[in-house]
């Protein structure tokens, strides 16, 4: 009964927690937190850095339980789609819709109905109250890499609600 | 793979999170944030009860999902055995391990190896970092016993690690 959706509830209530005392986010924050001048940090940027940390670590400490084999993949491309695939399908019972690249180092990710974003209304107004659901999960895709070896910078962005994207670039080191 | 953990992992880094600009936990705080004088509330109580809530929420979004004819429990007695059975089974995949009753309203619901307390390392020395892993576990079951149509105070103590008991007080109105 509840597994399945006790992690989207308890995300549903930890980004309602973090902005119950913020509750005025300013339009146009990216949900990439990183980047901003210290200085500038208001409570929405605040608060998109802490899921995104959480979701970080979260990320690792899944990446940390994969098979060794898995932590053995030799391409980045095949990294890509075992996020796509295999971790979206265990954390979201369903796949990723779509992965494209450029061969460059640059992977889309298209999540047609992305679940932690259908407890939001659909409709233009709420757009700009997209970028708290899903800082997390960028965090989380960026440590489930990191501990598969791979640094990147991931973000989100949304076009039409409930479907996003989030764009990973590798780093190269 | 991940969505049996996945809600583990989650609660794990929220609580790092919260505590994460609050590394010295006074001594002697108890689980249960409530009935403190606000001018008394240190960062350890505000922590525990930001956990309380959030679980509270998460238990009355799980109430809510109950099939219709488990709202209808016309024993509170029946109301805490499912709890201990159901409910347990479908959050942290085993049962609660004993539940005790004075007849009069209150409750003690033990868990001989609580599997939230199970990233603790055992021994005397964390005896008080427990109760920031517990308190979510409280508002949870406060929550869930609400939408379920039981006010109640729930509380939350640990003897040896990981066991734990979870003391519910059942409010007459």
Chains 1, 2 share one sequence.
Request: charge should be negative.
């Amino acid at each position: 009964m509840a597994d399945a959706v006790l992690f989207e509830f308890l995300h549903t209530e930890m980004v309602a927690e973090l902005w119950a005392h913020d509750p005025d986010p300013g339009p146009g924050v990216s949900a990439e937190p990183r980047g901003e001048e210290p200085g500038a940090a208001t409570g929405q940027n605040m608060n998109l850095s802490v899921l995104e940390s959480v979701g970080f670590r979260v990320g690792q400490a899944l990446g940390e339980r994969l098979p060794r084999e898995m932590l053995a993949f030799r391409e980045e491309l095949d990294v890509l789609k075992f996020l796509c695939k295999d971790l979206w399908l265990a954390i979201f019972q369903k796949q990723m819709d779509s992965l494209r690249t450029n061969h460059q180092g640059t992977y889309v990710l298209q999540d047609n109905s992305f679940p932690l974003l259908l407890p939001m209304a659909a409709g233009l107004q709420y757009l700009e109250e997209a970028p708290k659901f899903l800082a997390f999960t960028c965090g989380l895709l960026r440590g489930a890499l990191c501990t598969l070896g791979i640094e990147s910078v991931v973000t989100a962005s949304v076009a039409a609600l409930p479907g996003c994207k989030f764009q990973v670039v590798i780093q190269n080191s």
